[in-house]
C-alpha cells in the first residue's frame, strides 16, 4: 500500500496528499485484510450459529466470501426455521455446508501450490501449458471462478496431458 500511495500517478489524485495524517490520525492507517483459512472449531453450539467468515465456511482462493455469507446466512436460517436452534439441530447446518467443508482441504492444497508456484517464477510456465492444454486451461478458469469445486479443478489440472503441457512449457524456449 505504501507503494501504491508513493506513485506519482496516485499522488496526482490524491490532493493534499502530504497533508494526510496532519489533521486526523486515522487518515493513513490501513488494514489489508485478513481470509479465513480453515473451518472455525465450534462454529455451532446450543443456541448459536456462525455463517460465513466467522465460521471458516469460505471457498479459500476463490474470492467468492460475500457469497459464502449469504449463502451460509440463508442455511442456517432455514435450519432454525425447520429444525430449530439446539446444537442437534445444528448438525443439519453443518451437512448443509458439506459443499464448502469438503472443498477446503483441496483449497489448501491450490493456494500452496500457488504461493510455491509464484516463488519459484513457475506461474508463467502454467499459463504457457494452459495454451496448449484445455482441461488446465478450464482448470485454471475454475480455480477462480468458484463454477466447480476444488476438487475437480485439482483432478482437471493434474492430469497427464497438463503435466505434459507444462513439462514441455518448461523445457522448450
Ligand atoms: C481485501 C479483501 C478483499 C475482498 N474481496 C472480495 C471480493 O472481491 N469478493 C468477495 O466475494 N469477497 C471478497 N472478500 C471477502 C469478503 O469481504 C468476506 O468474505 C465477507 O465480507 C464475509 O462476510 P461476513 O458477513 O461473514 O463477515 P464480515 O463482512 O466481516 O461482517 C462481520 C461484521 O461483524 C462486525 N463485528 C465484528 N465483531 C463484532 C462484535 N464483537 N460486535 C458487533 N459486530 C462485530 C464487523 O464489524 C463486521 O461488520 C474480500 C475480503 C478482503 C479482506
Known amino acids: 500500500m505504501s507503494a501504491f500511495l508513493a506513485m506519482p500517478q496516485v499522488?496526482?489524485?490524491?490532493p493534499n496528499f502530504e497533508n494526510a495524517g496532519?489533521?486526523?490520525?486515522?487518515d493513513l492507517r490501513f488494514f489489508k485484510g485478513r481470509f479465513p483459512r480453515g473451518l472455525?472449531?465450534?462454529f455451532f453450539g446450543d443456541r448459536f450459529v456462525m455463517v460465513g467468515d466467522a465460521a471458516g465456511l469460505v471457498r479459500?482462493?476463490?474470492g467468492k466470501g460475500v457469497t459464502s455469507?449469504?449463502?451460509t446466512g440463508i442455511r442456517a436460517a432455514q435450519v432454525i426455521?425447520?429444525?430449530?436452534i439446539s446444537s442437534r439441530a445444528f448438525q443439519n447446518y453443518y451437512r448443509a455446508n458439506a459443499d464448502i467443508i469438503d472443498d477446503l482441504p483441496y483449497g489448501r492444497v491450490m493456494r500452496q501450490l500457488t504461493i510455491a508456484a509464484s516463488r519459484f517464477g513457475l506461474m508463467d510456465i502454467v499459463l504457457r501449458a494452459a495454451e496448449r492444454d484445455s482441461h488446465l486451461r478450464h482448470a485454471l478458469f475454475d480455480a477462480v471462478s468458484a463454477h466447480r469445486p476444488y476438487r475437480d479443478v485439482v483432478r482437471e489440472g493434474l492430469t497427464l496431458n497438463a503435466t505434459w503441457a507444462m513439462m514441455r512449457s518448461a523445457f522448450e524456449p
Open 11 to 14: 499522488r496526482c489524485a490524491l
Open 22 to 26: 496532519r489533521f486526523d490520525a486515522n
Open 40 to 42: 472455525a472449531h465450534n
Open 69 to 71: 455469507a449469504i449463502q
Open 60 to 62: 479459500a482462493f476463490k
Open 81 to 84: 426455521l425447520r429444525d430449530g
